[in-house]
C-alpha cells in the first residue's frame, strides 16, 4: 500500500470515525486552527512506519468537522538544520491571510526543544520555514521546554511553552510579541509542584502541551500534559481558574481531564462560532513496555495512536470543565440498533441484540447496573461498564476485553453523579470514549478478537437489581478524501 491510495480492508481494530492515516505512527496533535473555510488538524506523523520517531507534521482539514480531507505532508525535518531530529509539537495561528505554525525544533545534541516557526501562504498546504530560532534558549531554572502555544490577545500575541523546573514545578511559561517574529518572556504563567490526582496519578514534574481557554465569563482553563521525566508521558490535567495581571490564578485542586489510561497531549482550537474544541492524542493499549516503546504487535498492524473526537469545552458551575462530542458528530448517526428499558438484576441479565463495531450509545443506569459489551459467541470476551452500588463511581473494566494475553487490561473509575448515571459511549472498533452527564469523560483502548457479532447485555451487581434505558445508533463511516496522500 502507498499512503496515496485510500486504506484498504483494514484490521478490526482500525477506527471507522477518529482521525488517523492509512499507515504509520501519529501522536499529538498540533497547529489546530479555523483559516480560509476550513478547520485545519495537523498532527504528530512518522511517515515511515509505525514507531516514534522521525517526527513530521501530517495535515487533515475540513469545512464541517464531519469530512475530512487527509493532505500531503505539511511539515519535515531538515537535515542538518534546526529540527533535524523532527518537528514536533506546537501549534499554528490564522493572521492577514496566511498560517503561521509554532513548533518545537529537536535536535539531538540539546536537551530542550527550541520554538522556531514556518509560514504558510496556500492554505496551510505547504510551509516556508522561519530559517532560525525564535526562542533560542529556555530561561534560567528550566529543566524542560518545549511545545509552543500561541493566541491573539488584543493587539499582542502571546505564547505558553510547556516546562519543568529545577525546583520540581511543572510550567507553562509565556512570551509576548506585536509581530509574531520578536518575543518577550514574561515569566511564568502557572508553575506547580506535583499534585496527587484521584486515582493515585499526579500532575508530575514536566508538562508539556501547556495550553490555555479563555471564557467568556472570565474564567479560564490551563490544560496541560503531565510528564514524569522518569517513565514519561503520564496523563492529561487541567487547573480551573483566572487570569490576573498576566498571571494564572488556579484553583487549589487541579483535575483529571480525562479519566481513561489512553488519553494525552490534548489541543486546542477556538472556532468562528466561540466555542472551544479540543482533540487529543489516543495511544496504544497493547505490548509496548511503556508508550512510545517499540512494540511488536504495533509493528505487526503497521499503524499505533489516533487522535480523539472534537469535544466541546465549557466552563461548569464548580469549576471543572464540561466536555461533549461536538455536536456536529450527531450527524454520523445511522441506523437505530438499539431502544430499550427496563431492570434487570445478576440473576436475570438481558440481552438487547447486535451492535456495529461503531456504535454511538446512551445508557441510564441505576445503581448497580451494569452494561456489557460481549464481543465473542461465548461471552467469553466483554467490556464492562458498571454503576458501582456502593460508592456510585463508574467502573470500566477491560481485563476481559480482549483474549488476546499482548492487551493491556485494567479498570477505571468516573466520580459518582447520582442515584443514576447518563453516559453517551462512543465506540469505535478499539476504543472507547465515555462522556457523563456532567460532562468528564474516560477514554480506553480494547482489542476484541472474538469471531462473534457484538451484544449489549444489562444485567446488575451487588445482589439487587437495577433499571436501565439504552439507545444505540450505527456510526457511519465518513467519507474521506485523500488529497495527494501523506507521503513525503
Not at 19 to 45: C, E, K, M, S, T
Request: net charge negative.
Amino acid at each position: 500500500m502507498t499512503e496515496t491510495e485510500a486504506p484498504p480492508a483494514l484490521d478490526t481494530h482500525f477506527p471507522a470515525v477518529h482521525l488517523r492515516p492509512p499507515a504509520h505512527w501519529i501522536n499529538d496533535p498540533n497547529g489546530l486552527v479555523f483559516h480560509d473555510g476550513h478547520y485545519h488538524v495537523y498532527f504528530q506523523y512518522n511517515p515511515h512506519s509505525a514507531r516514534h520517531a522521525d517526527m513530521h507534521w501530517g495535515h487533515y482539514r475540513s469545512r464541517d468537522l464531519l469530512h475530512w480531507e487527509l493532505l500531503p505532508v505539511a511539515l519535515a525535518p531538515t537535515p542538518g538544520g534546526d529540527d533535524e531530529g523532527g518537528v514536533w509539537s506546537g501549534n499554528a495561528v490564522s493572521h492577514d491571510g496566511r498560517l503561521t505554525a509554532f513548533y518545537s525544533a529537536k535536535r539531538d545534541d540539546r536537551w530542550h526543544q527550541p520554538v522556531t516557526s514556518a509560514v504558510s501562504y496556500d492554505g496551510g498546504t505547504t510551509f516556508t520555514k522561519r530559517g532560525s530560532l525564535l526562542i533560542l534558549e529556555p530561561p534560567a531554572g528550566t529543566t524542560m521546554f518545549r511545545d509552543p502555544y500561541v493566541w491573539k490577545d488584543g493587539d499582542r500575541w502571546r505564547m505558553l511553552v510547556g516546562a519543568a523546573l529545577a525546583d520540581g514545578c511543572g510550567a507553562a511559561l509565556q512570551y509576548t510579541s506585536d509581530d509574531l517574529d520578536d518575543w518577550s518572556y514574561e515569566g511564568v504563567f502557572l508553575a506547580r509542584r506535583p499534585h496527587p490526582l484521584r486515582d493515585g496519578r499526579s500532575t508530575e514534574e514536566g508538562w508539556e502541551c501547556a495550553q490555555y481557554a479563555a471564557f467568556t465569563d472570565g474564567t479560564g482553563a490551563v490544560l496541560a500534559s503531565a510528564w514524569d521525566p522518569r517513565e514519561g508521558a503520564s496523563c492529561a490535567i487541567y487547573w480551573p481558574g483566572r487570569e490576573e495581571e498576566g498571571e494564572f490564578q488556579a484553583a487549589a485542586t487541579p483535575h483529571l481531564l480525562d479519566h481513561g489510561p489512553d488519553f494525552y497531549a490534548p489541543a486546542l482550537l477556538h472556532a468562528p462560532d466561540g466555542r472551544w474544541l479540543m482533540w487529543a492524542w489516543i495511544w496504544e493499549a497493547r505490548d509496548e513496555e511503556h508508550v512510545g516503546a517499540p512494540s511488536a504487535w504495533t509493528d505487526e498492524a503497521g499503524w499505533a495512536g489516533m487522535l480523539s473526537l472534537p469535544r466541546e469545552l465549557t466552563p461548569g458551575p464548580n469549576g471543572e470543565l464540561v466536555q461533549r462530542p461536538a455536536r456536529e458528530l450527531l450527524a454520523l448517526r445511522g441506523e437505530r440498533r438499539i431502544v430499550a428499558a427496563g431492570e434487570a438484576d445478576a440473576e436475570r441479565a438481558v440481552e438487547l441484540g447486535e451492535v456495529s463495531r461503531a456504535t454511538d450509545l446512551t445508557v441510564t443506569l441505576g445503581r448497580g447496573g451494569r452494561l456489557r459489551l460481549l464481543t465473542s459467541r461465548d461471552g467469553a470476551e466483554y467490556l464492562d461498564i458498571v454503576h458501582d452500588p456502593v460508592s456510585g463511581e463508574l467502573i470500566v473494566d477491560r481485563d476481559r476485553a480482549s483474549l488476546d494475553p499482548r492487551a493491556k487490561g485494567g479498570s477505571w473509575r468516573l466520580p459518582p453523579e447520582g442515584p443514576s448515571i447518563n453516559v453517551r459511549i462512543v465506540l469505535d472498533h478499539s476504543v472507547v470514549e465515555i462522556f457523563t452527564a456532567a460532562g468528564r469523560a474516560l477514554t480506553l483502548r480494547l482489542y476484541p478478537v472474538g469471531d462473534g457479532p457484538w451484544r449489549v447485555e444489562m444485567g446488575a451487581v451487588g445482589g439487587g437489581s437495577a433499571a436501565y434505558a439504552v439507545g444505540a445508533w450505527d456510526l457511519a463511516r465518513p467519507e474521506r478524501e485523500f488529497g495527494g496522500g501523506i507521503g513525503s
